[in-house]
């Protein structure tokens, strides 16, 4: 089996807030599988049997004068693959109490440590409605709660809602990716009390 040979964009985008996310939406809906966000850029991953060289033609905000987006692209190999997204993806700290990394990072003491690995899902806790999302848990009281993470990715949501003390916790992607990803998260995270739906 050869390996999958992924194209890398890497766009700048001007205002980041709200283009990004109207970006990434759109990205998403052509048939990229994975973002990463930094400072500036946003990065968008697609596999090359379904790239061509018009595949951004369609995309709406391209169009809208209101932003400034620009972008290159790059192949790589599916072993880099790997390697980028390891190099992209750091740990985050939220109100100094919640942390999220991935296994290969080195834990630190916190109240909330989320191991998670996302793969191809969405929800790293770097995306500003994700982090404000966070936040918003850490000010809740969900002890014995029920709690829906509708549209949960990588699940961080439902996982922090769950060390936080939230006893119904129902996590429910349309992606595949994401629900696979999810499901692992939960058992990385001995949190299997959290349900995981696909629907």
Not at 7 to 19: L, Q, S
Not at 56 to 66: C, T
Not at 69 to 92: G, H, L, R, V
Request: hydrophobic share 40%; aromatic share 12%.
């Amino acid at each position: 089996m050869s390996d999958i040979v992924y194209i890398e964009y890497r766009f700048t985008v001007k205002p980041k807030e709200p283009a990004s996310d109207i970006l990434i939406a759109e990205l998403g809906e052509a048939g990229f599988e994975s973002f990463v966000e930094e400072e500036d850029d946003v990065l968008a991953y697609i596999q090359k049997t379904d790239w061509s060289s018009d595949i951004l033609d369609d995309i709406y905000i391209f169009g809208n004068s209101n932003f400034e987006i620009t972008y290159q692209y790059k192949e790589i190999a599916q072993e880099n693959w790997n390697a980028t997204w390891e190099q992209n993806f750091q740990p985050i700290i939220v109100d100094d109490v919640c942390m999220i990394r991935a296994p290969f990072h080195e834990k630190i003491q916190v109240d909330y440590d989320i191991v998670i690995e996302p793969k191809m899902s969405f929800g790293t806790g770097h995306h500003e409605t994700t982090h404000m999302m966070l936040q918003h848990i850490l000010q809740l009281d969900v002890e014995n709660k029920t709690v829906l993470d509708m549209g949960s990715g990588t699940g961080v949501l439902a996982l922090l809602a769950g060390m936080r003390g939230a006893t119904n916790i129902d996590a429910i992607d349309i992606d595949n990716w994401c629900y696979l990803n999810a499901k692992e998260n939960v058992a990385r995270n001995n949190m299997d009390f959290i349900s995981v739906y696909e629907g």
